[in-house]
């Protein structure tokens, strides 16, 4: 990889205690993703795509094995420090868009920049944000219901921006989405990506989805599966 690493996982481990018997979601897991790159996962159900990404998004903790995110290596930062480094560095970006139903557009993607800064404001930043994603004025106080899937999803990515993440991590962002709207959509995180230099970590059930990215990581059974 000729681009510094932005994430790395270094023999990463994750296992969910069960009363029936443990589950090894992550088994003995390594990889390095680059400054900039554009990452498609991909793998069965169960394969351990989604625990991979939260555990990058530090939603989740691995039981063995080091992960570094933007050269923090996690498990010796607190939950303040865990809790910026997901304000500031990541941003997340879902099927189910996860907006809150009672602020109007606007207002979802001014949330995060006031948990960071503890006041109203920043108003141009959201401005800015909501046009780099390609939503217009007239829509910025409409409410999620009153918004289509795809509009929803603009808003969702705006809100990941806004605090100028490095890092954005995706889990079907698509899933929702008709075709013509899904080509949006990625054509959307294809430019953050090129023209502002994003890390984009994407899991994605469809190859079409995938196709995208620069390099397609496949999980099997918790593991990389290499090429033959
Ligand atoms: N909180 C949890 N407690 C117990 N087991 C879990 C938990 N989360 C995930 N698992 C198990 O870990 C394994 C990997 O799950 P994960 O959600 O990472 O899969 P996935 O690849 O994202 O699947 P899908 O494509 O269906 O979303 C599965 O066997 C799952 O049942
Ligand atoms: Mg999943």
Redesign the pocket.
């Known amino acids: 990889m000729d681009k510094e690493p932005v994430i790395i996982f270094s023999d990463v481990t994750k296992i ?1 205690p ?1 009363g029936a018997g443990d ?1 090894v ?1 992550l088994n003995h897991l390594s990889l390095e993703i680059g400054r900039g790159e554009f990452i498609a996962i991909m ?10 990404l ?1 555990i990058i998004g530090c939603l989740d903790t691995p039981t063995s094995g080091e992960v570094i995110i933007d050269g923090r290596n996690i498990r010796t930062m607190s939950d303040d420090q865990l809790t910026e480094l997901r304000r500031d560095v990541l941003g997340f970006i879902f099927q189910q868009f996860n907006l809150i139903l009672l602020l109007n557009a606007f207002e979802n993607v001014q949330y995060p920049l006031i948990l960071k800064t503890g006041e109203t404001g920043g108003t141009d930043r959201c401005g800015e944000v909501l046009t780099a994603v390609g939503l217009t004025p007239d829509l910025w106080h409409h409410r999620p219901g009153q918004l289509s899937g795809g509009q929803q999803q603009r808003v969702a990515i705006a809100r990941a921006l806004v605090n100028d993440p490095e890092i954005m991590l995706c889990d079907e962002p698509t899933g929702n989405l008709d075709t013509k709207t899904g080509t949006a959509i990625m054509d959307l995180l294809t430019m953050l990506c090129r023209e502002q230099g994003k890390t984009i970590v994407m ?1 994605t ?1 469809d190859p079409r989805t995938a196709e995208y990215a620069d390099r397609i990581i496949l ?1 099997e059974d ?1 593991k990389i599966r290499k090429e033959p």
């Open positions: 969910y069960l589950v979601a793998g069965p159900s169960g394969s351990g795509k989604s625990t991979l939260n899991v059930h999980i918790g």
